[in-house]
């Protein structure tokens, strides 16, 4: 009798090991379950908040400092996009979980989720190719505005070092400066082009820091111009000088030469009667 109660006893223990392993093994499935659903949760509405917000409409500024902010914040969203992509496919919707875990529900709002990163994710390459393409676009401005002042304010220089330098009395070196700027035409017209297509950019900002950077470089067109303008005058007018001297002192020599052969002649009464 006492063989077969421990024999009882033993079944019965093995059975409720058995069974608390059972408990725990539907209470870990149940937290599990839970704890996959409050992530399904969270991305859901981490996703419809993303396409609500419509981060991609907004626009984007032509201020360099203000769009590099865009640039951080947009990059940002786009990593965490992506690794709550890689969460979704490795850790949330596998095959075990949707055999095991979900429900009807769960699998509709799953079909949502991967929708949403779908079209976020084509969202986001559209916009980076967007947002590369100005950002390169801006540089180029910015770098073709600093070289097209440093162009004007170089040949300014150039004039005045020639003028205190020139040995030339007819200034010939100098004047081939002055007809040599073909270079700037180029860059200005560049500098136009790049104005024009900035200004012209779908959904932007702050277009007036573009026009101010264009009306600075109006400005040294201007100045550099009127200085081009007035050196050419100067030289017109100093070689209208020289032209006139040089005839002046033509008919003064023609003069004295005449007169001197009139003295060494030996003049008769009808000469000097003529």
Request: with cysteine; glycine share 0%; aromatic share 10%.
């Amino acid at each position: 009798l006492c063989i077969l109660l421990d024999s009882y006893t033993e079944c019965y223990n093995e059975a409720q090991k058995r069974l608390m392993h059972h408990f725990e093994l539907i209470e870990r499935i149940l937290h599990e379950r839970q704890t996959i659903k409050e992530r399904i949760n969270e991305l859901y509405h981490w996703l419809l908040s993303s396409i609500e917000n419509n981060f991609f409409s907004k626009p984007l500024s032509l201020k360099r400092s203000k769009l590099d902010e865009q640039i951080i914040s947009f990059r940002q969203f786009h990593a965490q996009l992506r690794t709550r992509q890689y969460s979704f496919d490795s850790d949330i919707n596998t095959k075990i979980n949707l055999e095991q875990l979900f429900d009807n529900n769960d699998r509709h709002t799953l079909k949502l989720i991967d929708q949403y990163i779908h079209s976020l994710n084509e969202k986001s390459n559209q916009y980076n190719e967007y947002i590369n393409r100005l950002s390169s676009r801006l540089n180029e401005f910015h770098l073709e505005h600093t070289h097209l002042i440093d162009t004007y304010s170089n040949y300014i220089r150039l004039y005045v070092e020639q003028i205190k330098q020139n040995n030339d009395l007819n200034f010939s070196a100098l004047e081939l400066l002055l007809n040599n700027d073909q270079d700037l035409v180029i860059d200005l017209a560049l500098y136009h082009r790049l104005v024009n297509d900035l200004l012209e950019t779908r959904n932007i900002e702050d277009e007036n820091d573009i026009i101010e950077h264009k009306k600075q470089v109006d400005k040294y067109k201007i100045h550099y111009e009127k200085f081009k303008s007035d050196l050419k005058t100067i030289l017109t007018n100093r070689q209208f000088i020289l032209n006139q001297y040089g005839l002046v002192t033509n008919q003064i020599d023609e003069f004295l030469v005449t007169t001197d052969r009139l003295l060494k002649q030996q003049l008769t009464l009808e000469t000097c009667q003529d």
